[in-house]
Protein backbone atom coordinates (compact mmCIF):
# COMPACT_ATOMS: atom_id res chain seq x y z
CA UNK A 1 0.00 0.00 0.00
CA UNK A 2 1.23 3.71 -0.71
CA UNK A 3 0.60 6.14 1.13
CA UNK A 4 0.40 9.86 0.02
CA UNK A 5 0.19 13.00 2.25
CA UNK A 6 -1.84 16.08 0.12
CA UNK A 7 -1.55 19.33 0.72
CA UNK A 8 -4.55 22.05 0.18
CA UNK A 9 -2.94 22.64 -3.64
CA UNK A 10 -3.20 18.89 -4.40
CA UNK A 11 -6.45 18.46 -2.56
CA UNK A 12 -8.29 21.51 -4.60
CA UNK A 13 -6.82 19.50 -7.69
CA UNK A 14 -9.04 16.65 -7.25
CA UNK A 15 -12.29 18.59 -6.96
CA UNK A 16 -11.52 20.90 -9.38
CA UNK A 17 -9.76 20.36 -13.08
CA UNK A 18 -6.77 22.29 -13.24
CA UNK A 19 -2.97 21.29 -14.11
CA UNK A 20 -1.90 18.30 -12.15
CA UNK A 21 -6.02 16.43 -11.76
CA UNK A 22 -5.30 13.56 -14.13
CA UNK A 23 -2.45 13.22 -11.25
CA UNK A 24 -3.75 13.46 -8.80
CA UNK A 25 -7.20 11.92 -9.56
CA UNK A 26 -4.48 8.68 -10.48
CA UNK A 27 -3.23 8.67 -7.05
CA UNK A 28 -6.56 8.68 -5.33
CA UNK A 29 -8.09 6.39 -7.56
CA UNK A 30 -5.76 3.66 -7.52
CA UNK A 31 -6.30 0.64 -5.52
CA UNK A 32 -4.40 0.37 -2.20
CA UNK A 33 -3.60 3.84 -2.18
CA UNK A 34 -3.77 5.76 1.52
CA UNK A 35 -4.35 9.51 1.11
CA UNK A 36 -4.16 11.72 4.26
CA UNK A 37 -4.77 15.32 4.57
CA UNK A 38 -4.08 17.55 7.94
CA UNK A 39 -6.97 18.47 9.58
CA UNK A 40 -6.06 22.29 8.38
CA UNK A 41 -5.64 21.23 4.86
CA UNK A 42 -9.82 20.61 5.35
CA UNK A 43 -10.49 24.21 5.99
CA UNK A 44 -7.49 25.58 4.07
CA UNK A 45 -10.12 23.50 0.90
CA UNK A 46 -12.68 25.78 2.22
CA UNK A 47 -10.93 29.00 1.76
CA UNK A 48 -9.54 28.11 -1.39
CA UNK A 49 -12.76 27.57 -2.89
CA UNK A 50 -14.21 30.61 -1.60
CA UNK A 51 -11.36 32.56 -3.13
CA UNK A 52 -12.25 30.63 -6.84
CA UNK A 53 -15.77 32.22 -6.11
CA UNK A 54 -15.01 35.68 -5.07
CA UNK A 55 -12.65 35.42 -8.65
CA UNK A 56 -15.22 33.60 -10.51
CA UNK A 57 -13.14 30.82 -11.62
CA UNK A 58 -16.41 28.58 -10.44
CA UNK A 59 -20.17 29.74 -8.65
CA UNK A 60 -21.10 29.24 -5.28
CA UNK A 61 -23.07 25.78 -6.09
CA UNK A 62 -19.70 23.84 -7.59
CA UNK A 63 -17.97 24.84 -4.46
CA UNK A 64 -20.70 23.40 -2.43
CA UNK A 65 -20.98 20.47 -4.65
CA UNK A 66 -16.86 20.23 -4.08
CA UNK A 67 -16.75 20.67 -0.17
CA UNK A 68 -19.93 17.94 -0.01
CA UNK A 69 -17.74 15.81 -2.30
CA UNK A 70 -14.84 15.98 0.20
CA UNK A 71 -17.11 14.92 3.06
CA UNK A 72 -18.38 12.15 1.19
CA UNK A 73 -14.46 10.97 0.31
CA UNK A 74 -13.70 11.36 4.29
CA UNK A 75 -16.77 9.79 5.31
CA UNK A 76 -15.87 6.85 3.35
CA UNK A 77 -12.83 6.52 3.99
CA UNK A 78 -11.06 7.53 0.25
CA UNK A 79 -9.32 10.57 2.01
CA UNK A 80 -8.44 10.06 5.98
CA UNK A 81 -8.07 12.92 7.82
CA UNK A 82 -5.55 13.92 11.08
CA UNK A 83 -4.47 16.23 13.18
CA UNK A 84 -1.23 17.82 13.24
CA UNK A 85 0.44 18.76 16.83
CA UNK A 86 3.56 20.96 17.69
CA UNK A 87 5.56 17.67 17.16
CA UNK A 88 5.17 17.34 13.73
CA UNK A 89 5.03 20.77 12.93
CA UNK A 90 8.81 20.69 14.79
CA UNK A 91 9.47 17.24 12.16
CA UNK A 92 8.46 18.84 9.36
CA UNK A 93 10.55 22.13 10.06
CA UNK A 94 13.03 20.02 10.21
CA UNK A 95 12.86 18.22 7.11
CA UNK A 96 11.88 21.27 4.80
CA UNK A 97 14.67 22.75 6.12
CA UNK A 98 17.13 19.78 5.47
CA UNK A 99 15.78 18.94 2.12
CA UNK A 100 13.89 21.76 0.40
CA UNK A 101 16.81 23.26 -1.11
CA UNK A 102 18.08 20.00 -2.68
CA UNK A 103 14.79 19.79 -4.48
CA UNK A 104 14.69 20.57 -8.10
CA UNK A 105 11.29 22.04 -10.49
CA UNK A 106 11.01 23.01 -13.91
CA UNK A 107 10.12 26.49 -12.62
CA UNK A 108 12.12 28.66 -11.92
Do not use: C, W
Request: aromatic content about 8%; proline content about 2%; cysteine-free.
Amino acid sequence: MAGYFFDTSALVKLYHLEAGTPAVDQIVNATGNLVRVSRLTVTELTSAFAIKVRTQSINRVDAELFLHQLRKDVSTGKLEVFSIGEAEFTSAEVLVERYALRLTSSRP
